[in-house]
């Protein structure tokens, strides 16, 4: 059965609200569901990622597009 990808677009948030928003949206998610968060505020790209490793899901990748927009691919555990 295909899992889930689910897209949030976080862009205009800034820390700590873009890992908040982030951990909410996993938890509303199936084990195996895959979610792309979409950010364009620098310091996330270090903190949600580790952040949400600590929390024990997968960080995929994390795609750099133009105009300094960056997407975090997630697996929750």
């Known amino acids: ?7 949030l677009d976080l862009k205009g948030e800034t820390c700590p ?5 982030t951990k909410l ?3 509303g998610l199936d084990s195996g569901d ?3 968060v979409i950010f364009d505020y ?3 790209i270090s903190n949600v990622p580790k952040s949400v490793k600590a929390e024990g899901h997968i960080i ?8 300094d ?3 975090v ?3 929750k555990a």
């Open 1 to 7: 059965m295909a899992k889930e990808t689910i897209e």
């Open 17 to 21: 609200l873009t890992f908040v928003k």
């Open 25 to 27: 949206q996993l938890e």
């Open 34 to 36: 895959r979610l792309t």
């Open 42 to 44: 620098a310091p996330a």
């Open 60 to 67: 995929l990748g994390i795609d750099v597009e133009e105009n």
């Open 69 to 71: 927009i960056w997407k």
């Open 73 to 75: 691919h997630i697996e």
